[in-house]
């Protein structure tokens, strides 16, 4: 019996909504935690969550320690592709594999808003743990707090991720060298365009689903394929052209990209013509910019296209030398142009 | 050189305000790390957050392995005795102490409101950095993200903190036995009553104050001198009641509570009958349940008051076998009342 239950009633999760009990800490709180959340993250062999303590305690790690956290605000809350349940695991999933650490367990921070409908907030616990089952994380600790209508936008989560770094795997934004090849494992763009096209109503024929998507399983695969792999990182915000000038800065290199060699649906390409924006700054979700020596380069390739989240993966372009940290693109017409960090703000609350 | 800055000119961290490309994850974004994040954060010995990438990675920990999060969406952002930001670091690290976890590493999602000020954020951020040098933590990894004017209430904080529980140490909320006492570390309701006097402007004479503090010395203290230790919990949001009864569901027994051995500060009483509010009821933040074995109560209630942090500590009841898990109370006038579960909500947005 759940003994936090209000009147003896269930929550009514198909007409219910959010109220400010719900964060209160007490017997709503209990209620919502015992029948909403719990049936989801709470199975399985997840002893941690279980445990029912102000923090989950689970054995020593056998390897460094990694720690991530990524806040979600996305709109619309559902979009092709998933939601911003799939965004909060697999965005915080991503960012510990891009250290090569093997994600292991997740927490999750959900701020309500007062009146969201129970039904929508199931839909999203239900994606969140399809994808932790799908990326082999345990979500073991979680917070909710409820807010007044207005003073939120639906609802936003944060996820922080702990995992951990096996001896021998050094992965570091800094460590690019001239020479080196950059490689993406996939089409660009997906993500945002997704996004925009579900707020703009575009009505496609056939809709442009996001990329979301969790690349542990794609890292390791390239890891053992790979010994001189010098970074990872996700070209989210931003998208591509923010990724290399980050990657770029850090290592104190420049790079040189083609662009008849950076793969981009033609779906996404006709509607950045179409809204005048440009795939390369368009966050993704599902993917994933390499550098590695250029000597294994090919030998990466051809193991990332071996598995499914790699397998349109291309050399992009390679680091060159550049004390001002320039990314510089060779475009399809044969001329030269300069990507350069994103300016202000093209599509707010993509992630 | 920062070669964020936008047209060289540096972040106005007086009149200036947040806008939307501050959380479009370019070069805004990163003007604000540079400028108003990193120089509060990143110093020291906190080599972690200096690494830039998507995850910090730090040495393999010496022990179990702890991990909490907790939003906060305290309203006011200010009050007497701290603000959101020691909230946010003290809350997540009051989390793993009451697991008898050394923590060690924190990790800050920041969703700030479209029109926040920047000096508004900045104090924020340094009561964040002072709070984690006090508590002995580093900050190693966050996130911001922006919202639109109207769509988020100034700023939300979710922190996650992870620690390491030594050898030996388990504490546990389903440890409590019959016969085992029930001791608080001081002053109970002064972090819901000082949100609250603000909120209504009461204009006291002297304020009441947040107790919002780590609590993690004093644990250790604690631990060092109670080997029959068998549970620590906060009583954060519902206060000393819901946490009596959270407890007596989670160990399956019941409580008895001397209502005149409660530590409550007479101002609090006092304002608490203004409002027909009970104290028992009110959020702490730097206060902590703990349940031992009865013949080593004094022992450890003195251990306690030789802590900054404890020095009110007091035996306030016993554990009692219960099939209900009901929380009684003998009152100040010899009649007995039960401690109920938190209903409805009393102070919306206490943390």
């Given amino acids: 019996m759940n003994r936090a239950r209000i009147d003896g009633r269930r929550l009514d999760l198909r007409h219910g909504r959010i109220d400010l009990?719900?964060?209160?800490?007490?017997?709503?709180?209990?209620?919502?935690?015992?029948?909403?959340?719990?049936?989801?993250?709470?199975?399985?062999?997840?002893?941690?969550?279980?445990?029912?303590?102000?923090?989950?305690?689970?054995?020593?790690?056998?390897?460094?320690?990694?720690?991530?956290?990524?806040?979600?605000?996305?709109?619309?809350?559902?979009?092709?592709?998933?939601?911003?349940?799939?965004?909060?695991?697999?965005?915080?999933?991503?960012?510990?594999?891009?250290?090569?650490?093997?994600?292991?367990?997740?927490?999750?921070?959900?701020?309500?808003?007062?009146?969201?409908?129970?039904?929508?907030?199931?839909?999203?616990?239900?994606?969140?743990?399809?994808?932790?089952?799908?990326?082999?994380?345990?979500?073991?600790?979680g917070d909710t707090k409820v807010v007044e209508r207005g003073k939120a936008d639906g609802l936003f989560i944060t996820t922080a991720g702990v995992g951990v770094v096996p001896d021998g795997v050094e992965l570091d934004g800094a460590c690019a060298r001239p020479g080196d090849a950059v490689i993406v494992s996939g089409y660009l763009g997906d993500h945002g365009m997704a996004i925009l096209s579900q707020r703009e109503a575009l009505g496609l024929d056939s809709p442009i689903e996001s990329d979301c998507a969790a690349l542990n399983g794609l890292v390791a695969h390239m890891l053992e394929h790979c010994p001189s792999l010098r970074l990872l990182r996700d070209p989210t915000r931003g998208g591509l052209a923010n990724t290399l000038n980050e990657l770029s800065q850090q290592s104190g290199v420049g790079m040189c990209i083609n662009e008849s060699t950076v793969p981009v649906r033609l779906a996404v390409r006709a509607a950045c013509e179409f809204f005048g924006l440009d795939p390369l700054y368009l966050a993704n979700e599902g993917k994933l910019v390499a550098v590695c020596a250029a000597a294994d380069a090919a030998a990466l390739v051809e193991a990332m296209r071996s598995h499914q989240l790699g397998r349109d993966a291309a050399v992009i372009g390679e680091v060159c030398a550049d004390d001002h940290n320039f990314v510089r693109m060779t475009t399809t017409f044969g001329g030269e142009r300069l990507l350069d960090w994103l300016h202000g703000e093209m599509l707010p609350r993509i992630c």
């Fill in 21 to 141: 009990t719900h964060g209160a800490g007490g017997r709503a709180t209990a209620q919502l935690i015992a029948e909403l959340f719990a049936p989801h993250f709470d199975r399985g062999d997840n002893v941690w969550l279980r445990q029912g303590n102000d923090q989950a305690i689970m054995p020593r790690p056998s390897g460094r320690l990694a720690l991530s956290t990524d806040c979600h605000v996305v709109t619309p809350l559902f979009f092709p592709g998933g939601d911003i349940g799939t965004l909060a695991v697999n965005g915080t999933v991503n960012d510990l594999a891009m250290g090569g650490a093997r994600p292991l367990y997740l927490s999750a921070g959900f701020i309500l808003e007062e009146g969201l409908s129970l039904a929508d907030l199931l839909r999203v616990v239900r994606s969140m743990a399809a994808a932790a089952d799908a990326a082999g994380v345990q979500l073991v600790a």
